[in-house]
């Protein structure tokens, strides 16, 4: 079963408008996290954020803002006034504390963004 | 500056030859591992290592086999026994390999076999 959902595929939006990335997660542990990466056409993942299981506090870091409900099992991403530089898949990753060694991230299928000038 | 590197970008090879992608990494982490990226699928786990002269197989190994004699490289071959062996290939490393660790990537190998 896969442990992270990205149900959008592909979304495309016109520069300005706000889009929200959903993320829907599946695990059996209490202490986990969360992460977000983007991924621009160069092809390097780039780090975005880290949630733990135990805080669901929103967090927003300029234009970017993520909102995390235990209760939904989701950990979705907000890109406020989107600019075409934002164009690229987006992935959430889900990391479980039980695992042990080696810290195997689950990664979903990734969001494909474009921001239409 | 620190970082992950990956050569070659690109690398071509013919069908049945064993090919060897190269990851070496300066930020002093402990851990390092490899995924495959295919359209639509997301990364999936080949291999990682926690720690130097020990790796562990991931979700999808068969056809594929590392080493790691230093702390920095962690190489990965792609055997002639790996049946779809084109895709792009990203390396990364974290910390410690910890649950709460972030992991940095490289910027990734496109394999592609003719």
């Known amino acids: 079963a896969q442990k992270v959902t990205q149900a959008q595929t592909e979304i495309s939006v016109v520069e300005k408008e706000d889009v929200t990335l959903d993320c829907v997660y599946e695990?059996?542990?209490?202490?986990?996290?969360l992460f977000w990466y983007k991924q621009p056409p160069s092809g390097e993942l780039v780090f975005l954020i880290r949630?733990?299981?135990?805080?669901?506090q929103n967090e927003i870091s300029g234009r970017y803002s993520w909102n995390f409900q235990k209760s939904t099992s989701s950990f979705n991403f907000t890109i406020t006034a989107s600019q075409v530089v934002d164009s690229a898949v987006y992935f959430c990753?889900?990391?479980?504390?039980?695992?042990?060694?080696?810290?195997?991230?689950?990664f979903g299928t990734g969001t494909s963004l474009t921001v239409i000038p | 500056d620190g970082g992950i590197t990956q050569s070659p970008k690109y690398l071509f090879r013919k069908e049945g030859q064993n090919v060897t992608l190269s990851c070496e990494q300066n930020?002093?982490?402990?851990?390092m591992y490899w995924y495959r990226q295919d359209p639509g699928q997301g990364l999936r786990l080949i291999y990682y290592?926690?720690?130097?002269?020990?790796?562990q197989k991931g979700d999808i190994a068969e056809g594929y086999s590392v080493s790691r004699e230093k702390k920095e490289s962690f190489p990965l071959t792609v055997t002639s026994a790996q049946k779809n062996p084109t895709a792009f290939y990203l390396c990364?490393?974290?910390?410690?390999?910890?649950?709460?660790?972030?992991?940095?990537f490289g910027p990734g190998t496109r394999l592609t076999v003719l």
């Open positions: 990364a490393s974290s910390i410690k390999g910890l649950a709460n660790n972030e992991q940095f």
């Open positions: 695990t059996r542990d209490t202490t986990y996290y």
């Open positions: 949630r733990n299981s135990f805080d669901e």
């Open positions: 990753a889900l990391s479980e504390a039980t695992q042990g060694a080696g810290n195997q991230f689950y």
């Open positions: 930020l002093n982490h402990d851990a």
């Open positions: 290592s926690q720690i130097v002269n020990d790796f």
